[in-house]
């Protein structure tokens, strides 16, 4: 394994990409759990399906398709909530939906043989292209230069809005800029693990790590490191059984919350038991 990562440029490709999507994963699912923006991140996530398409049907990069359609999505979704009294749910639902169907009319408009969507539905971090790389690496470093420099008012907003607000912070921009930043990472996991799986590869490296601290920071660079560990893994397990590397990572991602939670109620229980006295 370790002979075949330095020997084939899909495979370097493969832990690059896996590490720069990690990262965008720590950072924003923490967020988006903090926040509880979970299925917001889903609804961008499925409309990002018809930039794919139209990618395919204009003949261009699809996860540059998949680029505007996330952030036309993310921006259209904050503003008709804010202008309208329309549910966020609601919103979310038909984004979801037209996203997965214009995807669909646009491949099925795009002449000659259909192209395989698969990897895009459920990834294949096997076949991350140099341009792949470029992309996640520039929208890498957006996000961490965004986190980065609205950090103190970031984590006032996230943890209390009203408290945000009367301290004279600039609600609006905050939201506005975090639903672009959801957009940003979803393209940049889109080519690892898919349409269908981001939403897991988002919110277990946090959920893990959050059951262990409180702290933001250390939450974020836990998820990091768990992402990065979820993905290299699921990438051998992909490469040495010949299984559809998305499925894989988030697999065992999620194989590993369930243990790591069982060990830890388990853990609880004991102690609890220890300190009653007899």
Not at 113 to 135: A, E, H, K, N, R
Not at 175 to 187: D, G, M, S
Request: hydrophobic letters at 55%.
């Amino acid at each position: 394994m370790i002979d075949s990562i330095f020997r084939y440029t899909f495979m370097q490709n493969a832990i690059l990409s896996a590490i720069l999507a990690s990262i965008a994963c720590g950072i924003i699912g923490t967020i988006i759990i903090e926040k509880k923006l979970v299925m917001m991140s889903g609804g961008i996530a499925h409309t990002a399906f018809g930039g794919v398409g139209l990618g395919y049907f204009l003949h261009i990069e699809p996860i540059l398709g998949a680029l505007l359609f996330s952030i036309a999505a993310s921006v259209g979704i904050v503003t008709i909530k804010r202008n309208t009294t329309t549910s966020a749910d609601i919103l979310i639902a038909m984004f979801w939906s037209v996203g997965m169907s214009l995807g669909i009319i646009f491949v099925a408009l795009t002449p000659g043989y259909p192209p395989d969507m698969s990897s895009y539905l459920f990834g294949d971090i096997l076949t991350v292209s140099q341009t792949d790389l470029i992309v996640m690496l520039f929208l890498n470093i957006v996000i961490i230069a965004a986190v980065f420099l609205c950090y103190p008012v970031l984590k006032s907003y996230l943890f209390d809005e009203e408290f945000a607000k009367i301290s004279g912070i600039n609600v609006r921009y905050l939201e506005n800029l975090l639903y672009v930043l959801i957009a940003l990472t979803i393209v940049i996991i889109i080519r690892v693990v898919g349409i269908i799986l981001i939403l897991a590869l988002l919110c277990t490296p946090p959920a893990i790590a959050k059951q262990y601290t409180h702290n933001l920071t250390k939450i974020i660079f836990s998820s990091i490191l768990l992402g990065i560990c979820f993905c290299i893994i699921g990438l051998w397990i992909s490469y040495s059984f010949q299984l559809a590397s998305g499925v894989c990572i988030i697999l065992f991602s999620v194989l590993s919350y369930i243990v790591i939670s069982i060990l830890k109620n388990m853990k609880m229980h004991t102690i609890k038991k220890q300190s009653i006295p007899s």
